[in-house]
């Protein structure tokens, strides 16, 4: 039985409520957040924490807590459910209120949910040595995707297809060019270059990708923020994912046809050792 946070409390998971009129049930009207936990300490805390008050502010919403409260809570959480090694859930709505589509009053108490997934194969993943399968599906989400919203229905019917199609997750594509996988960025390497779609509004902007690309630069190796084809992805020679639950995460093939040598590439290799390396000195 999980201890998790709700307005406040820290109560046994099956005694955790929110109102049948919050935001975030009835129209999505929430962000996210998900943080790593590896040997007991979180992972890029500051860059999520950073991120999570951007979204609010995009949406105009109040932040229920600061930052100070919000790593404590973070902490409590890891010590009541001795988690080690997992992931950290926190979603912020605007709060409970008469359906409407126009915001609420200003004063609404925003409602502020946390909870722990315990995740023992978070950094062994099998995947890492096998490599990910991706499909391309058509980017159908709404425009604002650097905003970190809960509306992850299409994300969702795409990892669906993904697993329909044999695959492990999808690329999502948009005017011939891959804007990012379902719940991760997306990038390939050619020739020794790292190449990844571009900051704006198309994509969201990854904390893991911030570090991982920040990384490869310190260590000599050359990026490229632009749009890539998906012709491009498969004469790539490596290709790869990132996110805060899967870190570096090698992708093997593309709509069925191998990326590379269809196995897991040495670049790909040493970019997520490094960001384990970093990211472990830095936790919290």
């Known amino acids: 039985m999980r201890t998790v946070y709700v307005n406040g409390e820290y109560l ?5 409520k929110v109102s049948v009129f919050d935001r ?49 809570i973070h902490r409590e959480l890891i010590v009541r459910n001795d ?16 359906r409407d589509f126009l915001y609420p009053a ?4 925003p ?8 995740k023992p194969a978070l950094e062994h993943s099998p995947m890492v040595q096998t490599g990910m399968k991706i499909v391309t599906i058509p980017d159908r989400r709404w425009g604002r995707r650097d905003i970190k919203t809960t509306q992850l229905l299409y994300p969702s019917m795409g990892k669906m297809e993904a697993r329909a199609r044999g ?19 997306a990038y390939i390497v050619k020739d020794g270059v790292i190449v990844t779609r571009h900051l704006g509004e198309e994509i969201l902007h990854g904390i893991t990708r911030k570090a991982v690309l920040a990384f490869a630069r310190e260590a000599q190796m050359k990026v490229e923020e632009r749009p890539f ?9 490596e290709a790869f994912i ?15 046809a191998d990326i590379g040598t269809g196995k897991p590439g040495k670049v790909v290799a040493r970019l997520r050792e490094i960001y384990l390396g970093e990211m472990r000195k830095a936790g919290i």
């Open 12 to 16: 046994p998971e099956d005694q955790a």
């Open 24 to 72: 975030g049930f009835l129209f999505a009207d929430a962000v996210y957040e998900v943080t790593s936990v590896l040997d007991g300490k979180l992972i890029a805390f500051p860059g999520h924490a950073a991120r999570l008050q951007r979204s609010l502010t995009e949406l105009d919403m109040a932040s229920p807590v600061s930052d100070a409260e919000l790593l404590e």
């Open 83 to 98: 988690l080690t090694e997992g992931l950290i859930y926190l979603q912020v709505t605007r709060g409970a209120a008469d």
């Open 106 to 109: 200003p004063d609404t108490v």
């Open 111 to 118: 409602t502020l949910v946390l909870f722990t997934q315990a």
């Open 167 to 185: 695959a492990d997750d999808a690329w999502m594509v948009e005017d011939g060019a891959v804007t990012e996988g379902t719940s991760n960025n």
């Open 229 to 237: 084809t998906v012709e491009e992805a498969l004469s790539a020679d």
């Open 242 to 256: 990132t996110s805060a639950s899967s870190f570096v995460t090698p992708v093997v093939s593309i709509d069925g």
